[in-house]
């Protein structure tokens, strides 16, 4: 791939699945900003497009194969990323959403007197598990079976344009997300822990970590992969 200050982000990480790691650490969205040329992104990082060039690159030649969620999907058919997703992405947010919920519960009990910004970042986490949540529903109930659909046989005209609209209001929910993650990112400056905390203090902020980083590569999945070849099936 022939990467210039013009290219797409989201491009970049969908030909080359080792940027992903590369972007979390320097805070570049690739998920909801995939569209965003890659100077763009760049701004206020320090960065200059070599110097994540050449970070890419190094971390393209150490990337281990076994890594799952570098696993390349740019060549598979939506359908089968529809399947993917919901087992490994969907799983993981149910699983892990409750637990980091009670997590989050005992923090706020034992710390929240003397670190108030915790129920801010504890009210943001209940907004993000109910958009999560009803988010999930609805991809598992009407997106994924109108996607398998869509590879099985050819959808009506009624169905194209209904799909079409869906997975607009689903990138406009993504955006949402998106948002509610960067909030709980700056409330928490990046999810350092202040002196004294606790051991599950810590632990916390690395579970919401952990959800940010899976959030931004079911993301990224969908946005920059799923839904464009689900775009070019329809316009076939």
């Known amino acids: 791939m022939n990467i210039t200050s013009d290219t797409r982000v989201g491009d970049i990480a969908t030909t080359i699945p080792a940027s992903i790691s590369v972007f979390e650490r320097y805070g570049v969205d690739f998920c909801c900003g995939g569209d965003t040329p890659l100077s763009e992104a760049l701004q206020g990082t320090g960065l200059s497009v070599g110097d994540i060039l050449a970070e890419i690159e190094s971390a393209a030649s150490s990337i281990q194969a076994e890594d799952r969620l570098h696993e390349d999907w740019a060549d598979r058919d939506p359908a089968a990323l529809a399947d993917h997703v919901e087992a490994v992405h969907h799983s993981y947010l149910r699983e892990r959403i409750p637990a980091v ?25 209940e907004q993000l598990r109910l958009e999560i ?11 994924f079976p109108a996607i398998r659909s869509l590879v099985r046989e050819v959808p009506t005209g009624s169905t194209e344009a209904a799909l079409k609209d869906v997975l607009r209001n689903l990138e406009g929910e993504h955006d949402g997300v998106g948002k509610l993650l960067k909030a709980m990112r700056g409330i928490t400056s990046s999810y350092q822990t202040p002196p004294g905390a606790c051991a599950t203090y810590g632990a916390l902020f690395q579970d919401l970590q952990a959800l940010e980083a899976d959030i931004h590569r079911h993301v990224h ?10 775009r070019r ?4």
Do not use: Y
């Open 101 to 125: 919920g009670r997590k989050m519960a005992t923090v706020l009990m034992v710390h929240g007197e003397a670190h108030p910004e915790l129920f801010e970042l504890g009210r943001l986490f």
């Open 233 to 236: 099936l329809l316009s076939e």
């Open 133 to 143: 949540e009803e988010h999930l529903r609805t991809e598992e109930e009407v997106v």
């Open 221 to 230: 999945l969908e946005n920059n992969v799923m839904f464009s070849a689900t």
